[in-house]
């Protein structure tokens, strides 16, 4: 690997592994403590007989390092939060899990467990790298509930495209500074190529355009259904759905749909981003990354169908609590291996094996490696037949700086990335966490609507003038009005601390 990469490892294992944690970490001849990993995959899940080879790779790392055994337990991310709730909710054994933009609402229903000792004595040197400012994101009340995902974060809304379509249609990629200034972008491909959707969803229900816009910090709500929002440097807590912002982007999209540039079912489908890419009928999606385009783009290649891709930059970076803790990873409040758990969790952000049998699997089985210590599947195969990878999930496991990058990507571009963290814009807001815990009726009405209206209205299947207003009313009556009150009232008493 690359000078960086190196100096990164050397720096992580140069504390002495887990020498704060009590107990002998492999006693011979006792019992291994049986740990669940939860984690979200945007591949495939792979059938047991692959997963094993995966597991059994990653127990001769763990009984040796930390007398434990794992178990693998992949949920497909469409599942993910329902999934691990219902889970844990029903006694099933899962230790450790991630938030996927749900740190809040496992604070409120006690299925965290509070991590601030352990993180000293059973996981110090990933304390050191991930570092107070980001692990400030994840405290509760003074303790802390969990550990960000270590990876390139000052995200930025892109749009990944078809690089040949481009080419072929003479489309000026270079003049596209904005969202708005796809319009013409699409009207160009819907001209020259009518049975092709410019557009794709990036998830059921949203098509990327209200995904992170510069300047907007959700007060810890989930970026797909914002209750309560602060813009810019004004430190009053606003309604988004009455602003100019959202009303604008709204009207643009529903544009977009007259139009044809979007798919007619984009509100309900369930296909993702990249299928709807691979069927080669799609121009291109939106959605918000922190790697350089040319990263972004070559590492959506193989799960698109082998199409050249390119990728435009929309908007700039904007730090906040909740894109800092949107991908925590926490340890369940009833796991029965706490110990054990957090140095498996220690691992997976210090240990570079143990983060690329996750990553990409077993390698020259499920992967190779090129001189330049890039990964590719081996030859003839690509991620929906290989055996087994979470190649896409690199972003959401543990530490993505000792991931093997994909083929034409650039392990120089990782200290571009970590200068981005560095050079971000931060809300106001850095470190404010809102407690729901005494507004749960009402944040369940709440979203019970938002679930009932955002999906047409992010999609443009409805209009916007007509249903914005009934959804407002819907948001009032269901108590939406109590949560904006609660908010500025905590982040009135968090400013003044």
Request: aromatic share 10%.
């Amino acid at each position: 690997m690359k000078k960086f990469l190196a100096i990164l490892l050397a720096a992580v294992l140069a504390v002495s592994l887990f020498a704060g944690c009590s107990g002998s970490d492999a006693a011979s001849g006792s019992e291994y403590d049986q740990v669940v990993y939860a984690y979200a995959t945007f591949n495939n899940i792979p059938t047991e007989e692959a997963l094993d080879e995966v597991e059994e790779a990653i127990n001769v790392i763990t009984r040796e390092k930390i007398n434990a055994e794992i178990t693998l337990k992949p949920i497909s991310i469409a599942e993910y939060s329902q999934s691990v709730s219902l889970s844990l909710q029903g006694g099933e054994k899962i230790d450790i899990m991630e938030s996927l933009g749900d740190f809040n609402n496992y604070l409120s229903t006690g299925m965290a467990l509070d991590i601030t000792e352990l993180i000293d004595t059973c996981a110090p040197e990933t304390k050191e790298l991930v570092g107070e400012d980001w692990l400030a994101a994840c405290e509760y009340q003074g303790a802390l509930y969990g550990i960000p995902d270590y990876k390139p974060l000052a995200l930025t809304p892109m749009i990944i495209y078809r690089q040949d379509v481009a080419d072929e249609l003479g489309l000026d990629m270079d003049s596209v500074t904005c969202i708005e200034d796809l319009s013409e972008i699409f009207a160009q491909i819907k001209e020259a190529k009518p049975d092709m959707t410019p557009l794709a969803i990036v998830e059921t229900g949203n098509v990327g355009v209200f995904n992170l816009p510069y300047g907007v910090d959700y007060l810890s709500d989930d970026y797909n259904q914002p209750i309560g929002v602060l813009i810019g440097d004004d430190m009053t807590v606003q309604d988004f759905y009455s602003t100019d912002l959202f009303l604008e982007k709204a009207a643009m999209v529903r544009d977009w749909y007259n139009n044809g540039y979007l798919m007619k079912d984009a509100a309900t489908t369930t296909s993702t981003s990249t299928e709807l890419m691979a069927s080669g009928n799609y121009f291109g999606w939106i959605a918000a990354y922190s790697y350089p385009e040319a990263d972004t783009a070559a590492s959506f290649v193989s799960q698109c169908g082998g199409y050249p891709l390119g990728a435009k930059t929309l908007d700039k970076a904007y730090l906040t609590t909740g894109g800092t803790n949107a991908i925590t990873w926490m340890l369940a409040a009833n796991t029965k291996v706490p110990e054990a758990a957090m140095k498996f969790l220690n691992l997976t952000y210090t240990d570079a094996e143990i983060a690329n049998l996750i990553i990409w699997g077993i390698e020259g089985r499920d992967y190779v490696l090129d001189e330049n210590g890039n990964a590719a599947y081996p030859e003839g195969q690509d991620a929906t037949t290989v055996p087994y990878t979470a190649q896409i999930s690199c972003g959401v496991v543990g530490n993505q700086f000792i991931q093997y990058l994909p083929v034409g990507s650039s392990y120089e571009s990782l200290e571009w990335e970590l200068e981005q963290n560095r050079t971000a814009d931060v809300s106001p807001a850095m470190g404010f966490s809102f407690d729901s815990t005494n507004y749960t009726t009402q944040y369940t009405a709440v979203r019970n609507v938002l679930t009932q209206y955002l999906p047409g209205i992010f999609c443009g299947s409805v209009d916007p003038e007509t249903e914005v207003p009934k959804m407002i009313e819907a948001l009032n009556n269901a108590g939406y009005q109590d949560i904006l009150a609660a908010k500025q009232e905590q982040l009135d008493a968090w400013l003044a601390q």
